[in-house]
């Protein structure tokens, strides 16, 4: 069977100003070794998920690389994307493990992924202008802010339990952005852990007991998701988790203009099957014990920095997740990581969620002299930050995720309705 990627030139240049289109290949020499700089572009954010949630790493990478099989193969091979652990999962499974268990978390994700996958079939058919409505950049942006910052307490929690190693960790994530050059300086995540975990080692704060006990290759530690008609309690878990599809929405619909923007303008045309994709790789995850997953900014890094936007290269990427999730030692190693090491890489990179919502603000030029943005995102910000936290009916828990995202979208959209109303806005 003919495989679907044409030869780019003679396979071993990239002119300067030239792209390696997403049907397009280079050798497969060089196209292996693209793909292992993916794996670690999307590595360092990956299996952090997994270690601040409590779930098995070796699962959710399992789950990330099959996911990213699954995108490709539904895109038909039209977006070069890889699907990594979503750090919009990690408040709702958070409070899911402490109040119900590791199984309601798992049925969060599948509400999830169901949901997911629902719009994105909706988007196929209708487009992306109702998405475009819903969530004007203002709400867009406060969604994404707030949900970082909302994570804060968490970072302080495991920077305070090892102060030193976060300190060093925390300053090896910031400085390795700015002393190293190309793919390296988009790797900061991976060389602060790396620097960190060095340094926990030295101060014998880490057990390594644990990594010779465990095999080289066997399968990872699969879990089911709680049945909710068994245990109807898992459904009060579902107000923290639904915020986040709104999350994964935004992040896909701008992998995809972000790609089309710097290759072909038809690949916008497969946003649908990008978020229907994405939704049923999360409940997949969802299924097995893995975390939800998003496509990933980092490996839009690496793409840029090559110029070679060929989804070949993500199928090696793809394929070299499942190995690994296939070594329980690489999952025992990833276990290893101490609080403050965590603490260190956590502090920079739930801050840089939140700013990430804020450069939303600013690529949009989202004007805040007008009152309605002013309150859509301060309320909602405030609301995330604070984790407002509102129990309906004894048993349904809505936290600051849940109710900033509503107040988000509610306020922007009574707010403009009364304005065009009274016109005043």
């Known amino acids: 069977m003919a495989l679907p990627w044409t030869l780019h030139g003679d396979g071993k240049h990239v002119p300067t100003h030239a792209i390696v289109g997403p049907g397009e290949r280079l050798t497969w020499p060089r196209t292996i070794g693209l793909g292992m700089q993916h794996v670690v572009a999307m590595f360092g954010a990956t299996f952090l998920v997994p270690v601040l949630t409590g779930f098995p790493p070796t699962t959710t990478l399992f789950f990330s690389g099959v996911g990213t099989i699954l995108f490709l193969v539904i895109t038909k091979n039209r977006v070069p994307s890889y699907l990594g652990s979503s750090f919009a999962f990690i408040a709702p499974i958070s409070a899911a493990v402490a109040s119900q268990g590791m199984g309601s978390a798992l049925f969060g994700i599948l509400a999830v992924g169901l949901l997911l996958a629902l719009v994105g079939v909706i988007v196929q058919v209708t487009g992306t202008g109702w998405i475009d409505a819903l969530m004007p950049p203002v709400v867009a942006g406060a969604i994404v ?41 988009r790797l900061s995540i991976v060389i602060g852990v790396v620097v960190g975990y060095i340094v926990a080692a030295i101060r014998q704060e880490i057990d390594f007991s644990k990594i010779a006990d465990a095999a080289w290759v066997g399968l990872p530690e699969f879990h089911l998701a709680d049945n909710p008609i068994s245990n109807p309690a898992v459904w009060a878990v579902l107000p923290a988790f639904l915020p986040v599809v709104l999350v994964l929405i935004a992040e896909n619909v701008g992998h995809i203009r972000g790609v089309a923007q710097m290759t072909d303008a038809s690949v916008n045309k497969q946003t649908g099957r990008a978020l229907l994709s994405d939704g049923l790789a999360t409940m997949l995850a969802g299924f097995g014990g893995g975390s939800g ?70 690529d949009n030029k989202v004007d805040f002299s007008k009152p309605v943005n002013q309150f859509t995102a301060a309320t909602a910000l405030i609301i995330g930050i604070a984790d407002f936290t509102w129990v309906a009916g004894g048993d349904v828990s809505f936290n600051g995720i849940a109710l900033g995202t509503i107040a988000a979208i509610v306020i922007y959209h009574v707010m403009t309705t009364i304005g065009r109303w009274r016109k005043t806005a």
């Open 145 to 185: 802010a707030l949900i970082g910052f909302n994570l804060a307490p968490a970072a302080k929690n495991n920077f305070v339990a090892a102060p030193t190693t976060a300190l060093v960790t925390l300053a090896a994530v910031i400085l390795s952005t700015v002393v190293f050059r190309g793919i390296l300086g």
């Open 293 to 362: 997953t998003t496509t990933y900014g980092e490996n839009i890094g690496v793409m840029a920095a090559t110029r070679v936007y060929s989804t070949a290269a993500y199928w090696v990427a793809g394929l070299f997740a499942v190995l690994l999730g296939l070594s329980p030692k690489v999952g025992a190693v990833i276990n290893t990581i101490p609080a403050g090491v965590l603490g260190g890489v956590t502090t920079a990179l739930y801050g840089l969620i939140g700013i990430i919502g804020v450069k939303i603000w600013l």
